[in-house]
């Protein structure tokens, strides 16, 4: 959540920290999806989805596009969800490091991540000498989410291939 001042001289900025890593300066006028863009930059996370808990508030806004809503807002607070596509699990939260003129701004945990990580998705062998899952037949490679895709994993429940097992590089 977010409330700030805008009679100040200054914009006001934050910036986010997760695991160690810091997004760029961002400023209260930005929006949820610039808010996501930063977050997606940081290494440590595959994929997060930025939303606004409840855009109805805004309804009397002419001409204000929903992708258009600013972080912070000096007349309501503003709730912004964050959602860990990948990294799943239980992450540590998101922190703030830079506040600057931001009369209050709370980050809090609604809904703890409740995958668990297994190499290979439990799916599949790692073989250690090249770090590679080779996945069990049935199983391939996913997009974090149960989709096929790219992060060779083993995650993706495939359509049987009685032939032979696949080997992500």
Do not use: W
Not at 78 to 100: A, C, H, M, R, Y
Not at 118 to 144: K, W
Request: hydrophobic share 30%; net charge negative.
């Amino acid at each position: 959540t977010c409330t700030t001042d805008f009679n100040s001289i200054e914009t006001p900025n934050l910036q986010f920290t997760f695991r160690g890593e810091t997004t760029i300066t961002l400023q209260s006028t930005h929006t949820a999806q610039d808010l996501e863009h930063a977050l997606n930059q940081i290494s440590s996370i595959s994929k997060v989805s930025a939303t606004y808990a409840d855009s109805s508030i805004y309804e009397g806004a002419v001409g204000l596009d929903l992708d258009a809503l600013q972080i912070c807002r000096s007349s309501t607070t503003q709730v912004i969800n964050i959602e860990f596509l990948s990294p799943t699990g239980n992450v540590p939260l998101i922190k703030l490091v830079d506040d600057t003129n931001i009369d209050g701004i709370s980050i809090m945990e609604t809904i703890p991540g409740t995958k668990e990580y297994r190499t290979c998705s439990g799916r599949g062998l790692c073989n250690h000498s090249n770090g590679l899952c080779e996945c069990f037949i049935g199983y391939a490679s996913s997009d974090g989410q149960g989709g096929p895709g790219l992060l060779g994993d083993c995650g993706y429940r495939s359509p049987v291939e009685l032939e032979r097992a696949e080997i992500y590089y």
